[in-house]
């Protein structure tokens, strides 16, 4: 069966460096699944994209050693079962605030007698190859995402539920939260403390750390702080970055140094 | 009706930036229409795309000012009048080598009695408001691809023909038809003594000179030669070069400044 | 940030009409917003459609100043969350039923500390330009459907939940619900007393009151009563409307007037 | 096999009453196809839809009685194929101007030894049931458009070609060819003599004449004259008419009778 | 109004052959609808295809007279009502434990006041013809799966709830949940006891029953034990198990008896 | 760069066992290519699929060793160029009769000098790694499909051409241009003359040979003729096969052995 690399990372204590899918085109997902990252998550929530649309990235991702995974739109059993058996290897879910929520999810990720997951990995079994079935429970990789007050306060009961492997940390909605703005890439604050206090805890528990960042610096300064799964803006932020580079490279005054500009 | 405002750049001597699409997604095609490009080109000839998936571009394209333009697979006149129905407004024809094969695809593009393109301008007509019918020859830009050792040798008899409105430069091929590698930004050797050729020559018949280029250092020469019409690389060469580039960020090892990475 | 007119026209007093969407098509849906609709709303509860198949049909409406709106399949976050990330500025949840159920949808349409909506608006912030993430919360508008006797007993407490904006109300379901036929344009009955009752609440809690119609008729008479939002039946209503009149004109006998039908 | 129930109507001297689609949605069409049209017709050529989107709506045709026909881009014998083996049991080629053009296309509808069309009817077959590689020579109807003043020019070499069955008027094209304004339903002008003289020279060859129309009355004008086969409008025509219809409804002032008015 | 033949058979003791679609491909989908299948279920659960994906299907297969079904990826209100709406004829539902979750199904499906289903069948009226609103509640099938042991736990109560009129086992799940492997077929062990268990329940309660199997010798002896309703495999089992026979057929050795392979 | 296995299989001597490609699902695909053929054409021509449906089915096979190939729909240097742009290995092109179109064909495939293809391998270049443009020319394979009396007529002319690869048999087409009836495995008859003469005339080329099979009895005796290349009917045929298989099974009637049949 397929490996699933993401989780040997984990173990080996190496950090995980993941790309984000928000375009819902098979050409760009294999792009980006070419360009190196360990894993891609397609997002699911907020990317403009919804399982029909998700399916063909998935296979296009899998041309490539690349690690498949989804961000669900919410914490719900179908759309969960229905991104694994489509051949994810690990699941990110929003808005886990409480253990009990944390079960609900991680169980939709299991199959008896650990959890409450259906069996038919459709194309699951045919991207795994032999031994799904048998392996399955040890290779998908769940994510709970720790993004709100609430969370903060049932954190310790929250990293402490069973068949939880890892949790995943939205700084927008962590520090809209917080009563803060939305943003990403936090150097103080409450939101700052809240990134520190998360990793801490997930350590102590044993449970491996990711966030969502906006740059490379900052993903490299978590990843020293501890975090092993950094995920860099989104395949459309780099789009819209470049094409911006690009266009303001062109329009912009050129100024005394070059004469007079064409525009 | 809608005004092409490429045509009104060309008229008034400026350069007008394009963008150029080949990621089949309507999210990426707004956000490269938002960032700033004066028109956008769906390349239905070497982008992985076909009509089927370019009508929802055009539609995203038309949220903002800029203008939609496609690369037609090859000169044929189905595909060029669909792409016309579809609301573009300039069509850039590749590998035009002779002067039959110019006025073959420019009158694709005009109605009668200056060409044989058939009437039915089903989206054309909501995009552009009242008056498409009246005003549609006089809007629409024929680009005609100037790539081949053929076409050079035939450029006087091309530029001459009648509703020709530009020329196109596709460096690549044409470096690779005089011997040389494909290949674009040329500096020196054939391919670029024929860039600066066909831009002489097309200003001499009074047609706009186009080229596809892969810098923002190249485009600026260009213009600054007399090049009216300048590619930047596309959105999938933006999307792969940012999602290059940060993960090699990630992955480089820092050296001893930094002290050990985590990789 | 583009302004949502839907809301400017309820504060000033003014009545909106609504058009239905259920073809999943982005060019039916771009006619429809060029025929002067002031909103259309995307019906992903009756409408044969989900969000891959809706998301085009957005970017085609935002070609004009027709603002968009949904109605989603159930009361549920995740797809509320993704309609809303995906540009519209309104939402229309069938079946709310107590005040509970009320606050669950609202709150799912507001960022704290009003509610709990995740931060993530890619494509909104697209269509809205500048300031979403500010605004957002004055700018969308949320509707609960009030179409059940259990609506109707809990109406007081449904319409004083905070952050609801209006009400909508599904004639079919309500009669049913009372125990009558489905249909629409009640003018008597348990079914009609409800729909001025409904509005004859919401009133006087201040809460914007909408309805959809079969007619222009009955939408002129239901402004008329203060109702603010109409809907008039579908595009696929229409379509098959004006379809059978066409081939009914021609398959009718004409009779004597008009002597020999060819048929 | 499935009867071809146009051609049945042209034998027996009837009249078919053809819809026109142009939206690309299995339901709309479905929707047509429940109005009572005899055929239906694709078009692939003014209509924004090529083959990937057209095949579903062939599907969603057939669970009707209503014969499918399809409108090719132009006179190219892989779309025509193409169309005809996803079931189509009639194909409406445009611009045909001359004899070997018309022989071209009919060519391209006929199995040996009548014409060079590839086998292979893949849904074809599924749709007709037994008997289509016997059959579909005498079953698939070959229409040519005769809309130019070329056309005109060849009318009767054209209509002497061998496996026309039938012809069909363009008159917008026709009109525009012949000096005069894009535009339907030609009471008067050189639009007008040529409608009647092409169906005149068409009865005179025995092949069958058709028409695209913008209205009943003047369908039922043609067929009086004649043309036993008249397509009304297209679905999204019929879409925008009523939509329009409607919003003009409501947004229209009442004046006096009525009293003030909401808007 | 169609007939709902399922029903019919189920009603007259006969037993049901049913296919299963997990390939989103109309063209696959009516050549499974042509095989000779009674009914057709589409398997959003495991199958991968969500709701857009698989309104196309549903017209595919209403092209000829085999029933429609789907299977929803989880009891959800909005899915179930969706697919309703799209003109299937029977839901069957994963992993119904409990009464109260039984309850909650059958309601979805059921207008008031059997049930809390909203009215808006948009296409299913479209399929069913004249009368849907009056029949729906009649003619449409409710499918429980009992899968698991809790499920065996509240057999009787759940076979108890009101407009339940089947249940369907899945044998994969059901084994997993009582400490087995997931697998199909079963001859014996605490499966294939509550194969029997659960038929014999099913009778008791005048519920039919139906199962999952992978043959067609499993399938005629569920028939025999009093199974009315059983499904061979799925598209896809099929499509790869006639794969894999030809190419192994191609690649064996083969023998002496045929002189040297070219392989 | 990724070798082209079939092209290796050539040149050993080796018999490639290709599958072929008619339903446009990237999971069918996906099965296909896991089911171990050597190579999968996807069928443009007769397969009810267009360039925007074959697209992801290419990432589906990409993922596997299996060599994807296309057969265009006709001899048109658009799709051509299309198809190995997306990442084809070889073209497969219908209806190739003279030298000349033999000719204008296997150009569309090569880079100058030895052809015009144009530069712009946008997924090719993904797919097959660091070196395609260099390697293109030798390692897309060009299949010219003799299929007609005129082809044999020319036979010799067109296996001279340079570039051509290898030639394909449909012995459908081929039988019916020979006055017989469409059908494959000719095992006598004008057909099976034309498959031997043209197997004698490719070797005496130096032109490896294909051929259309509709079984794996006679695709061996091919295979032991000397054709290298022998495709196994399609993944339609296959599910169709399967599936009638299965419900035979299930609705014959069983006979005095088994006792009663439920049926």
Chains 1, 2, 3, 4, 5, 6 share one sequence.
Request: with cysteine; hydrophobic share 40%.
């Amino acid at each position: 069966m397929r490996e699933n690399t993401v989780k040997t990372k984990f173990q080996k204590g190496e950090a995980v460096v993941n790309g984000w899918i928000q375009i819902a085109s098979g050409i760009s997902a294999e792009a980006m699944a070419l360009s190196g990252f360990d894993s891609l998550t397609l997002d699911l929530q907020h990317g403009p994209l919804h399982y029909d649309a998700a399916l063909p990235l998935l296979q296009a991702i899998s041309i490539t050693p690349t690690i498949p995974i989804a961000r669900v739109p919410w914490n719900e059993p179908g759309i969960i079962m229905k991104m694994l058996d489509a051949g994810c290897y690990g699941i990110i879910c929003p808005m886990v605030n409480t253990a009990d929520e944390c079960a609900a999810f991680v169980k939709a990720c299991r199959y008896p007698p650990k959890g409450y997951r259906s069996f038919g990995p459709t194309r699951a079994a045919m991207y795994a190859g032999e031994g799904y079935a048998k392996n399955a429970n040890d290779t998908v990789l769940t994510f709970a995402m720790i993004e709100t007050a609430e969370a903060l306060d049932n954190l310790d009961a929250i990293l402490s539920v069973d068949e939880l492997d890892a949790i995943y940390v939205g700084p927008a909605d962590l520090s809209q939260s917080l009563g803060g703005l939305p943003g990403a890439d936090w150097e103080d604050g409450k939101a700052y403390e809240a990134v520190l206090h998360i990793l801490e805890r997930a350590k102590a528990h044993g449970i491996y750390a990711g966030i969502h960042t906006g740059s490379v610096s900052y993903a490299r300064k978590m990843v020293e702080k501890g975090y092993q799964f950094v995920t860099l803006q989104s395949d459309l932020g780099f789009l819209r970055a470049k094409a911006e580079e690009m266009v303001n490279g062109m329009k912009a005054k050129e100024g005394s140094e070059k004469g007079s500009s064409p525009y």
